[in-house]
C-alpha cells in the first residue's frame, strides 16, 4: 500500500471514530439542538391529501371505522404511478434545513399507507420501482446530503401497513415481522449513519411488532441511535402530538408540530405565521423540549415558498439569538404568564411574551443576579429580595413576540432548583341568579361563572337509538354549557380536607402549605382550563357540593343523557358532527360532540368548527392544544363557529378530548374534565 492509499484510510478510520459518537453523546447532541425538520411525503400528494388517512376503506387493522375517506384506496394505491418529484435536490433541503437554524430531519420511509419511499428489496410498491417515474432512492440521496452537510438523520417507519396482504393477517407474526424488520435492518445498512428511529402508528402492544427484538437489533447495526416511544417501549424521547409538551426536564422529549393543517402537502393549506412558528419553538425550548416542525414537500419535490419564507426568518431571529436557544434547558423558571425562560452556564434566558405594564415578576432565585440586559435591545433594571425578582423593561423595548431579557447569576443556571410561577385562583362566584360575565383577559377567556340556569343547555325530552343501538326514552334535563374549570374546582378544593384529597398531582392546580394548612391555586393563565385527572367518583362528589352551594340538584350525566346533548340535532332529530373534508352532516352511531370541517368561504388566517352542541360554543372550549385560545363568533347551538388561527387538527383533537366522563378508578374514560346535569324547575 503505498502512503497516499493508507493516508486516505487513516482519514476514513478518523471521519468514522468521530461520526459514530456514543450514544451517550447523541443524547447529549439532541438535546442541544432544539430545532429539526419533520417530512412526511409519498404519492398523495399528487392530490394534495393528507398521506395514509385520505386512503379509502377497507384498512386493515381500521375495521372500527364507519366512515369512507376521499381517496379510493384503488386509487390511492396507484398514485405511485404518478409520483415524479423532478424538483427534488437532497443538498437544496439541507441548505434549507442550515438557513432555517434546523439541526435534524426525520424523514418518512414509509407511512401507513405501505408506500416505501428507499430502495427495498421487500416490495415493489415502492419510490425505486419499475413503474414509478422517478425510479430514484430519496432516502439515499437525503441521507447523503445530511452526512455531507453535517446535519443529523432520522428516519420515520410506521409499522402498520394497510396495503401489505400479511399485516395482521393470519401470517402477522411470522411473514409481516419479516418484512417489518427486514426493512429496518435495510435502513440500517444501506444508509450510513442515522441518528434518530422515529416509530409511530402502532397498533396493538410490543409483544404484537416483537418491539424489544427490533430494538436490539437496531442498537447492534446503529448502536448510537436514538429510538422514540410510539413501539411500545420507553424509548429515549416523549413525542407529543401537535401540542407543547409540559415542562418536563426528567423525560427527554420533542414535540411534532405541523407548519400547515396536514402533514402533507395540501395544495391551499394554511401556513402558520412566522410568530405562531416562533411561539412554538420557545415554548418546547421553554418546556426543556425541541420543536420538530413538519413541512410538506409538494409533489414536484420542492417546499411550498410561503413555508419556506417562515422558517428561514426564524433561521435569521436564531443567527442573533440563538445562544438563547441551542444547547440550553428549560427553566429555572417554569413558564408562565410572562412567557418562558432557559439558561445554560451562568444565563438565565427570560423570553417575555407579556408584560404586567413594564414589569415581570418572578418567583425567588436562589442565586444573585450579578447583571442583566435586554438582548433583543435596550435596557432594563431588577428588583431581587426574598419575595422574588421583578424586571422592569421599558415599554419602547418591548418586542411583539419575544423580548430577550439575559440574567448573569453567580452559580451554575443549569443546577438552580426550577421555580413555580406566581399564580392566585381566580375568585368565582357561585352565587344563584346571576349574569354570566364573559371577557377576554390576555390570552386567556375570562369567565366568571354563576353556575345559574343561564349558563345551561336544555335538552329536549324524546326517544332517541344510542351507540348499542337502544331505543332510549328521557326527559327534558339541563347540561352544563362549560366543562368544570380548575378555578372552580380550588374552591372545591380547598372546602375541605376531604375534597383535597381529589387533588392529583397532573392537574394544572398547585398544592401549597401554608400557615398549617393546605392551599390549592391555579397555575397561572390556567384559571379557564377544564380540570384534568379528576374521578367519576370525585365528580360525584363535586355535584353533591355544588347542589349544596346553590340549593340546585346537580348530578353528573348518565351516559345516556351525555350521548344525546353531545350530538343532539334539534331540527334533524339525529346525532351528528362534520367530517374531515366535507360539510355533509353525518349521523353517527356514537355520539361525537364535534369534529372538524373544511370550509373555502372563511376569512384567510381563519379555520371552521362546526359545533354539535355546547362543546364549543364555551370560551373555555375555545383554545387549540398549545393552549392559544381563539376568538368566537356565536354561542347558539348548533351552529358553526369561526375561530382565528390554528390547524384543523388542534382543534380536532382539543375538542375531541373533552370527556364525555371522568376518569374511572381504572384510568378508563378521558381526562379532561366533566360537565354536571341540573334540575331546573
Not at 605 to 618: C, E, H, K, L, R
Request: a negative charge.
Amino acid at each position: 500500500m503505498n502512503f497516499k492509499k493508507l493516508l486516505i484510510v487513516l482519514l476514513v478510520i478518523c471521519n468514522c471514530e468521530d461520526a459514530w459518537a456514543s450514544s451517550d453523546d447523541t443524547m447529549k447532541w439532541w438535546q442541544e439542538t432544539k430545532f429539526a425538520l419533520f417530512v412526511h411525503w409519498g404519492p398523495i400528494s399528487v392530490l394534495g391529501k393528507e398521506i395514509s388517512w385520505s386512503r379509502g376503506l377497507p384498512r386493515t387493522g381500521e375495521e372500527y371505522a364507519t366512515w369512507d375517506r376521499s381517496v379510493p384506496s384503488a386509487k390511492y394505491d396507484l398514485l405511485y404511478k404518478e409520483f415524479n418529484p423532478v424538483k427534488f435536490d437532497a443538498d437544496e433541503w439541507v441548505q434549507m434545513m442550515k438557513e432555517a437554524g434546523m439541526k435534524y430531519i426525520i424523514f418518512t420511509t414509509k407511512h401507513h399507507d405501505g408506500f416505501v419511499n428507499f430502495d427495498s428489496k421487500y416490495t415493489d410498491y415502492k419510490i425505486t420501482s419499475k413503474e414509478s417515474p422517478f425510479g430514484r432512492d430519496i432516502a439515499k440521496e437525503l441521507a447523503d446530503a445530511c452526512h455531507r452537510g453535517g446535519v443529523g438523520l432520522g428516519f420515520y417507519y410506521s409499522p402498520p401497513d394497510w396495503h401489505h396482504p400479511e399485516y395482521l393477517g393470519p401470517n402477522h407474526d411470522t411473514k409481516y415481522i419479516n418484512y417489518f424488520h427486514g426493512q429496518i435492518e435495510e435502513l440500517c445498512k444501506n444508509y450510513g449513519k442515522v441518528d434518530i428511529f422515529w416509530f409511530d402508528g402502532l397498533r396493538g402492544n410490543a409483544e404484537d411488532w416483537h418491539a424489544q427484538e427490533i430494538v436490539d437489533k437496531i442498537k447492534k447495526w446503529q448502536p448510537d441511535a436514538l429510538i422514540n416511544n410510539r413501539l411500545g417501549i420507553e424509548g429515549n424521547m416523549g413525542t407529543p402530538e401537535q401540542t407543547v409538551g409540559g415542562f418536563n426536564r426528567g423525560r427527554p422529549w420533542e414535540s411534532c408540530i405541523t407548519i400547515g393543517t396536514q402533514w402533507t402537502w395540501g395544495g391551499n393549506d394554511k401556513t402558520k405565521s412566522y410568530e405562531e412558528c416562533m411561539k412554538l419553538l420557545l415554548g418546547t425550548a421553554g418546556g426543556d423540549g425541541n420543536l420538530l416542525l413538519n413541512m410538506g414537500p409538494r409533489p414536484d419535490g420542492s417546499f411550498e415558498a410561503t413555508q419556506v419564507a417562515v422558517v428561514k426568518k426564524m433561521g435569521q431571529w436564531l443567527k442573533k439569538y440563538g445562544d438563547s436557544i441551542y444547547g440550553t434547558r428549560g427553566g429555572p423558571f417554569k413558564p408562565g404568564k410572562f412567557g418562558v425562560s432557559t439558561c445554560k452556564g451562568n444565563k438565565i434566558y427570560l423570553h417575555i411574551s407579556e408584560f404586567d405594564d413594564n414589569q415581570v415578576k418572578l418567583g425567588k432565585l436562589p442565586a444573585t443576579i450579578v447583571g442583566a440586559c435586554v438582548m433583543t435591545g435596550g435596557v432594563c433594571s431588577f428588583v431581587q429580595d426574598d419575595s422574588g425578582v421583578a424586571i422592569t423593561v421599558a415599554k419602547e423595548y418591548h418586542k411583539p413576540i419575544n423580548t430577550l431579557v439575559v440574567l448573569e447569576v453567580d452559580t451554575n443556571s443549569v443546577g438552580i432548583p426550577m421555580i413555580e410561577p406566581i399564580a392566585k385562583a381566580e375568585k368565582i362566584d357561585l352565587g344563584h341568579h346571576a349574569n354570566p360575565e364573559k371577557k377576554i383577559v390576555g390570552k386567556t377567556p375570562k369567565v366568571v361563572f354563576k353556575n345559574d340556569c343561564s349558563e345551561l343547555v336544555e335538552v329536549p325530552a324524546g326517544a332517541y337509538v344510542n351507540h348499542d343501538g337502544k331505543k332510549i326514552k328521557l326527559g327534558k334535563y339541563y347540561i352544563q354549557k362549560h366543562e368544570v374549570t380548575n378555578a372552580m374546582f380550588c374552591y372545591y378544593l380547598n372546602s375541605s380536607n376531604e375534597a383535597g384529597n381529589a387533588y392529583h398531582s397532573r392537574m394544572q392546580i398547585e398544592k401549597k402549605e401554608a400557615d398549617d394548612k393546605v392551599i390549592y391555586s391555579v397555575e397561572a393563565g390556567k384559571e379557564n382550563y377544564p380540570v384534568v385527572y379528576v374521578s367519576y367518583y370525585t365528580a360525584e362528589d363535586y355535584a353533591k357540593w355544588m347542589s349544596s352551594k346553590t340549593g340546585k340538584n346537580y348530578s353528573v350525566p348518565s351516559e345516556a343523557q351525555w350521548e344525546k346533548a353531545a350530538g343532539w340535532d334539534r331540527e334533524k332529530n339525529h346525532f351528528y358532527a362534520y367530517g374531515f373534508g366535507t360539510d355533509e352532516i353525518r349521523p353517527l352511531d356514537f355520539a361525537s360532540s364535534t369534529s372538524i370541517c373544511y370550509d373555502g368561504d372563511i376569512p384567510s388566517g381563519y379555520g371552521p368548527i362546526a359545533v354539535g352542541s355546547f362543546d364549543v360554543t364555551s370560551p373555555v372550549g375555545c383554545y387549540d392544544m398549545s393552549g392559544n385560545v381563539r376568538e368566537w363568533t356565536t354561542d347558539k347551538v348548533g351552529d358553526k363557529m369561526i375561530m382565528k388561527g390554528g390547524s384543523y387538527w388542534n382543534y380536532h383533537t382539543s375538542c375531541r378530548t373533552f370527556s364525555r366522563y371522568p376518569v374511572e378508578p381504572s384510568g378508563a374514560g378521558g381526562d379532561r374534565g366533566f360537565r354536571l346535569v341540573i334540575n331546573c324547575d
